[in-house]
């Protein structure tokens, strides 16, 4: 596709793209909504730099996208509970999001895609990874495209709500879980292990280590070797991109094909981002 209002630079051969030529704190008209969600489509992930955001100018870049989540478990920012303070102060051990993931798989209606904000970086450190599910699918034998075909998988966000193991990551990490969202009843769903992009038609895989614990209708020991198989074909490095944040930048990446991955390489510094989370459809 060609574009007339934005220029977009891909960053790497399977998936991003950096966008140039728009300013996200005006209220983009819809010839540039169009080509950023057409860039969104072909690159999966896209990012912008220089950016001058409020809260509140980030939430209305976001509703034009959709209406906005707000996370089951974690603690929002004061005022705005449709932003998710993604925070690593110098003393904390842990961040979010440091294994692959695709946000909120486990509700029934999963995020369409995130949009975070860089207000501070490390000197060095602390970039994030994506993988392109649709290369991961198509790059799949033909018999074990076949076998996923039909099977689905149960998501959870047990991971999250654990109350030992929500409490234990609370002590390291300043993005802290609310003490209400720990219990014991997980929010479980099952979506299909392969599924369509609604806008797209194309078919990705949809499982990730975080939040996906067994096949539908089998154990989790049962579905140990093949989900492990499935995790690591998802991000082999010929379907990634890593991306270097400045501060002001924004990524914006579609949760419904790609996975992402937030390195915590960085001791001892600061990293400062927001993120509001567009929501999505029913996996079909
Ligand atoms: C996330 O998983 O949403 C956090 C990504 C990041 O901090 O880079």
Redesign the pocket.
């Known amino acids: 596709m060609t574009y007339e209002h934005i220029e977009v630079k891909p960053i790497a051969g399977a998936l991003g793209a950096e966008i140039e030529g728009v300013d996200l704190s005006e209220d983009i008209g819809n010839a540039v909504f169009s080509e950023i969600q057409q860039a969104l489509h072909e690159n999966l992930v896209i990012f912008f730099r220089d950016q001058d955001l409020t809260p509140d100018e980030h939430k209305d870049f976001g509703r034009r996208f959709g209406t906005l989540n707000i996370h089951p478990q974690y603690v929002p920012l004061d005022g705005h509970p449709e932003i998710l303070p993604?925070l690593k102060e110098p003393e904390d051990t842990l961040?979010?999001?440091a294994s692959w993931?695709t946000?909120v798989s486990f509700l029934e209606q999963p995020s369409m895609g995130?949009i975070?904000y860089a207000h501070e970086v490390p000197r060095a450190g602390?970039d994030?990874m994506f993988a392109n599910q649709y290369l991961a699918y198509e790059s799949l034998s033909e018999g074990m495209r076949e076998m996923l075909a039909d099977m689905t998988a149960v998501h959870s966000d047990r991971v999250l709500s654990n109350p030992s193991s929500a409490a234990n990551r609370n002590e390291g990490r300043s993005t802290l879980i609310r003490e209400e969202a720990m219990t014991d009843e997980e929010i479980v769903n099952e979506h299909p292990i392969v599924r369509t992009h609604v806008e797209t038609g194309r078919k990705c895989l949809y499982v990730n280590r975080a939040f996906t614990t067994r096949f539908s209708g089998m154990t989790e020991e049962e579905s140990k070797p093949l989900l492990e198989f499935l995790y690591a074909h998802a991000a082999r490095p010929e379907f990634t991109c890593r991306f270097r944040w400045e501060k002001h930048s924004v990524?914006f990446w579609d949760n419904r094909c790609t996975q992402?991955y937030?390195l915590n390489d960085y001791p001892g510094q600061r990293?400062a981002?927001h993120?509001v989370t567009v929501n999505g459809e029913r996996p079909v």
């Open positions: 993604v961040n979010i999001g993931h946000d995130s975070l602390g994030t990524a992402h937030a990293r981002m993120r």
